[in-house]
């Protein structure tokens, strides 16, 4: 399952376009020389993914706490229905939810870093940019988040988070390239397909919580009590004969 979140990221990378596109276009030139050109869409990307496996930790703490109390398999199912609803609540909904949990300050407060850290003319900065731009609200992000809330560990949700950062990254490093490559008509036509892949990975985690005993996609958890006595403490001590 932690590959699902490398598939997840690959197939639905061309929802970034659409949503971090215009900022991975109009990143800056850092010096003269060719090299310093690709190495600041590098770090710009590295950033991102750097971001997103923090996130995974967060997700995978816990998931991690959940599983602890004996939920496996309901973390599992938790995380489906979580993606489930991210796809079905209505935007404005979502934009409610953001001013409860008070988060709009802190994404005020990205937006404003991010304005700085464009206006500096180093590969560093570049770097600072990727960061910050995997905070911002989208939810794809959050999609993915949700199923790193069933990986194993917090170890496990981090890589979960990596390798879904890593999918993004072909197709986010050639849009930093030039952005002329993707045309907005396959733009749309991806976007559209998102919420799928998003339900089909719902269901997947769903179907994997409920253990219906299908081998590797489904497997049943089989609990087991040992009890241990120790049967010297039930015995008797032995009498020794003597003649």
Same mark, same amino acid.
């Given at each position: 399952?932690?590959?699902?979140?490398?598939?997840?990221?690959?197939?639905?990378?061309?929802?970034?376009?659409?949503?971090?596109?215009?900022?991975?276009?109009?990143?800056?030139?850092?010096?003269?020389?060719?090299?310093?050109?690709?190495?600041?869409?590098?770090?710009?990307?590295?950033?991102?993914?750097?971001?997103?496996?923090?996130? +995974?930790?967060?997700?995978?703490?816990?998931?991690?706490?959940?599983?602890?109390? +004996?939920?496996?398999?309901?973390?599992?199912?938790?995380?489906?229905?979580?993606?489930?609803?991210?796809?079905?609540?209505?935007?404005?909904?979502?934009?409610?939810?953001?001013?409860?949990?008070?988060?709009?300050?802190?994404?005020?407060?990205?937006?404003?870093?991010?304005?700085?850290?464009?206006?500096?003319?180093?590969? +560093?900065?570049?770097?600072?940019?990727?960061?910050?731009?995997?905070?911002?609200?989208?939810?794809?992000?959050?999609?993915?988040?949700?199923?790193?809330?069933?990986?194993?560990?917090?170890?496990?949700?981090?890589?979960?988070?990596?390798?879904?950062?890593? +999918?993004?990254?072909?197709?986010?490093?050639?849009?930093?390239?030039?952005?002329?490559?993707?045309?907005?008509?396959?733009?749309?036509?991806?976007?559209?397909?998102?919420?799928?892949?998003?339900?089909?990975?719902?269901?997947?985690?769903?179907?994997?919580?409920?253990?219906?005993?299908?081998?590797?996609?489904?497997?049943?958890?089989?609990?087991?009590?040992?009890?241990?006595?120790?049967?010297?403490?039930?015995?008797?001590?032995?009498?020794?004969?003597?003649?």
């Amino acid at each position: 399952m932690i590959w699902a979140g490398f598939i997840f990221g690959l197939v639905g990378s061309f929802h970034c376009v659409g949503m971090c596109g215009p900022i991975a276009m109009a990143l800056p030139f850092v010096g003269s020389s060719g090299w310093r050109y690709y190495a600041g869409r590098l770090l710009y990307n590295s950033g991102r993914i750097v971001t997103y496996a923090i996130l +995974g930790a967060l997700a995978g703490a816990f998931g991690e706490t959940l599983q602890m109390a +004996g939920l496996q398999q309901t973390v599992s199912i938790i995380s489906g229905v979580l993606i489930l609803l991210l796809l079905v609540l209505p935007a404005t909904l979502k934009a409610k939810s953001v001013s409860i949990l008070g988060t709009d300050k802190l994404m005020s407060w990205v937006r404003q870093k991010l304005g700085y850290y464009f206006q500096k003319n180093s590969l +560093g900065s570049l770097f600072m940019v990727g960061l910050l731009n995997g905070l911002l609200p989208c939810g794809f992000v959050y999609i993915a988040l949700a199923g790193a809330i069933s990986a194993p560990s917090v170890g496990g949700a981090m890589l979960y988070m990596a390798l879904f950062g890593l +999918g993004t990254f072909p197709l986010m490093f050639l849009v930093s390239l030039s952005g002329k490559l993707i045309s907005l008509k396959m733009r749309s036509m991806f976007n559209r397909a998102v919420p799928y892949i998003g339900m089909s990975l719902a269901v997947l985690f769903i179907v994997r919580g409920l253990g219906l005993g299908i081998p590797y996609l489904s497997p049943k958890v089989i609990e087991t009590t040992t009890h241990k006595t120790e049967m010297s403490c039930c015995k008797k001590p032995a009498v020794a004969k003597t003649e």
